[in-house]
Every structure is written in C-alpha cells, then in structure tokens.
C-alpha cells in the first residue's frame, strides 16, 4: 500500500512538472518543489492559476534568455525592475501590476520556504492606474435582443448558447462560474427557479432566474435530456466525431469563440465583444431601471465591494452622447 501511495505522489508531482516548470528550471532541489507546491497547495482558483503560470515563465524566460541569470539565488530587485519596464511597453498598466503581484507571491513563498534570503520583487513598484470605469466593451439592450433572436433555436447547439449568454445577462455571472454548473445547480425554489453559480473562492452565490433565463434553461435542459445527469456539466462541448453533446465541459475559450460567432452573424460589430461583455451589459440595463438600487446590484453580481460594481455601470456613455449631440455647429 505504501508502494502505491509513493507511486500516486510521484505521478501528481512529475504532472505538476510538466504543466507548471518552465523551459529551463532556474534551480533544483528543493527550489524545484517548492516552486510546484506554490501553484498547487497555495492557489485553488484554476484562472488565477494560469495567470500566475504565465506571468511567472514569461519572467523566469526573460531572466534566462535576456539577463544571462542561471540561479534564483542570482534575482535582483534590478533585474524585476527591468523586466516590468518592459512590459509596460505592451501591455495596460492594470495588467502589468497584476504580474507583477504573481512575481511577489511566487518569491514570498520560496522565502517563507527559506529558497531565498529575501523578495526580489517586494520593493519593486508597478506602473500607477487609476479608472473609475470598466473597458470591457457592453451591448445596449436593442443589441443584446438582436444577439439573442439571432440565435436559431431547433438544434440543441442554439439552446445551448442562448440559455448561455442569457444566464451571463440575467444574472450578471462571470464565464467561469456559468460553465463551472453542473444541472443539479438549476433546480426549483420557493415556486420558481434558481440557478447556483460557483464563483471565486469556492463560494456559491443562488440567484432566481428572470422569466426569459428560466424558458431558455428549461427548454435546453430537457431538449438536450440533461435531466438525467444531474451530476454532469450543464453547458457541454460538442463531440466532433458525433456532433452531438458529450461528457465534457464547454470551456471559457470554447464560449468566447462561440460569441464571437454569434456576434459576427448577428450583425454585431461591437469590438471587443467577450463573455464578459454580458456581465457589464446585464449590470448596466439594471441600473437604467428607475428603481433599480446599487446595492442590490452589487448583491446580484456577487461584489464585495460597490467600487467593483460601479465599473460596469456605463449609464455615463449615453449621457455623455446626448450632450455632445447639443453641440450645435
């Protein structure tokens, strides 16, 4: 039994070595597995994950390639200083800073870890930001219904993505959390129903569903026979030997692909358009209803914080329109 145990550790950690170590491991030994139980005993979150992946291999590469550093030990607060220099050059500010925090959470693990004497990366600071609105590109109500009828509806592919995208509107989910249910997680309550949505940090958030998201989730879920499998995913690739439903989950890239499509073939030439973009828009025809509060708002998206939710409200675009068509020259 011993045997096999020692055999389950090898093989999680030889798969950890190939998803997560670089090219070329700036050092063994305990620095190697270290490095791994970062990503996989510190961060649960699958996004945050590959994101840290990213930022962490794009740096380790640069410092091999460009800097001629062959040990982690050789890391200066220089070298990190230069690499976000440069990225600056190509990406937003927000996005720098945001690898950049991967570098010191990845340097203050190997720390507590005593790999490193100190954090290369804990002094060094990352290009100032400041927005008080999102730019994730939205729809305006007459686009999301143009989107939405654009969609043919007698094959299950067209349920599919509309139950989608009119979950993402209805209940302002992220991607991740919509094709992360399972069907168990639209079920009945208190006379109508409700989906549950698994957003970051493990937490569940219940929403009801607006009369239009429960016609589109109920005809999805019996056309497709789904009813049968409540364990089983709720949003499902297609098979592409078949053509039909398989067992596998659709993915985020899978969905942003098909809104693009859907987008394309609707006459939608809002650039930019992505999943998130139904978040922003399900949020922002909210608030344009004379009742609506934004603390309700905020409960409905989940945020923790109403700063977050007011990103998405985009009310002042149309203000700002109408004002500068008074421009009367």
Wanted: hydrophobic share 35%; with cysteine.
């Amino acid at each position: 039994m011993r045997g096999d145990e020692n055999g389950r550790k090898q093989a999680i950690f030889d798969s950890l070595v190939r998803t997560c170590l670089p090219k070329k491991c700036l050092a063994g030994g305990d620095a190697k597995r270290r490095y791994l139980e970062f990503f996989a005993a510190q961060i649960r979150n699958r996004n945050t994950r590959e994101a840290y992946l990213r930022a962490v291999r794009d740096f380790l590469d640069w410092a091999e390639t460009e800097a001629g550093i062959e040990n982690l030990l050789d890391i200066e607060p220089l070298h990190v200083a230069a690499w976000v220099e440069i990225k600056t050059q190509t990406y937003e500010a927000q996005s720098v800073k945001q690898q950049l925090a991967a570098l010191r959470h990845l340097f203050d693990w190997l720390v507590t870890g005593h790999v490193l004497h100190t954090n290369p990366a804990s002094f060094v600071r990352g290009p100032k930001f400041s927005y008080t609105k999102g730019k994730t590109p939205i729809l305006t109500p007459t686009e999301a219904r143009k989107l939405i009828r654009s969609i043919p509806t007698d094959t299950l592919v067209g349920l599919r993505d509309r139950a989608l995208i009119g979950l993402m509107i209805y209940t302002f989910a992220r991607v991740s959390a919509a094709v992360t249910m399972n069907v168990k997680d639209v079920y009945r309550k208190q006379e109508n129903l409700w989906v549950r949505l698994h957003e970051k940090g493990g937490k569940h958030h219940e929403m009801p569903c607006q009369h239009n998201l429960k016609e589109w989730l109920q005809e999805y879920i019996e056309a497709a026979g789904l009813a049968e499998d409540p364990n089983g995913p709720l949003f499902r690739s297609v098979d592409r030997k078949t053509k039909q439903f398989g067992a596998n989950r659709l993915d985020r890239q899978r969905a942003w692909a098909m809104v693009k499509r859907r987008a394309k073939k609707a006459g939608i030439d809002t650039p930019g358009i992505c999943n998130h973009t139904f978040r922003g828009t399900g949020i922002t025809a909210y608030l344009e209803n004379p009742e609506a509060k934004l603390e309700h708002a905020q409960q409905m998206a989940a945020h923790s914080d109403p700063k977050t939710t007011r990103l998405y409200d985009r009310r002042s675009d149309q203000v700002s329109l109408d004002e500068v068509e008074r421009i009367g020259i």
